[in-house]
């Protein structure tokens, strides 16, 4: 009965212009919000609760959408997850990619491989491609989260805020520990630990000075080398 009732509700929304790429593994709830015309559906998406996807908009396969918002041109790669989500007009989501409730992309933003958010707002034309965890944070117009950024939002007993201001650059594996703000078109350099706010245009950087330590390696290796044969 199950197969029946799925098979007439994929009917339905095939009639009004959804491609299916499978339909017999294409999973939608009847309460389901709304489906513009020429979206397309890879195998094994799942639309669930109160979900509504915009014309043209483009699901690929393993995508679960529950109680989620997706404007029209949107494209979800594979095995995208979002719960209470809104996805704006134009935006890349995934693959992999984790939103959870209260997270906001806006149009032209992009939120890529192996990328959870939680409570964050990825403002137009913002990126995220890479490994990162957003969690209560703004991500202003056209900044840039690069590889490994996490914003540390819990301190164990509440939750605090992290705003990521238009323009600014933030290098990879980054962490940014809330509340903190990094100002317009301020750059915060790769391997950072931030926890203090960051100037309009400045440059934030907390690396410890590199050191070079010329014929180590060798002197290591000769020395291991000793050790295993007996020398020492």
Not at 40 to 62: E, F, I, N, Q
Request: aromatic residues 6%.
């Amino acid at each position: 009965m199950e197969k029946v009732a799925r098979r007439r509700v994929n009917e339905s929304w095939m009639r009004q212009g959804v491609t299916m790429a499978d339909p017999e593994h294409t999973y939608i709830d009847a309460d389901i919000t709304s489906i513009g015309a020429d979206v397309w559906l890879g195998p094994a998406v799942c639309l669930r609760g109160k979900t509504s996807v915009g014309a043209g908009a483009r699901l690929d396969a393993g995508c679960v959408l529950t109680d989620s918002q997706v404007a029209e041109g949107a494209y979800l790669k594979p095995y995208t997850i979002l719960t209470e989500t809104v996805i704006g007009q134009r935006a890349e989501i995934g693959p992999f990619s984790h939103c959870r409730p209260g997270t906001r992309i806006d149009e032209d933003a992009r939120l890529g491989n192996f990328v959870e958010t939680k409570k964050t707002h990825l403002m137009a034309g913002a990126k995220a491609n890479h490994l990162a965890y957003l969690g209560d944070a703004s991500v202003g117009a056209k900044a840039n989260v690069g590889a490994g950024t996490i914003t540390c939002n819990y301190n164990g007993f509440t939750k605090q805020k992290t705003v990521i201001e238009a323009g600014a650059f933030i290098g990879s594996d980054t962490q940014l520990v809330a509340p903190v703000t990094v100002g317009r078109d301020a750059y915060v350099g790769a391997g950072s630990t931030i926890t203090k706010d960051v100037p309009r245009s400045a440059l934030a950087i907390t690396r410890v000075k590199q050191v070079n330590i010329e014929g180590w390696a060798d002197r290591f290796r000769e020395a291991q080398s000793k050790r295993h044969r007996g020398d020492e």
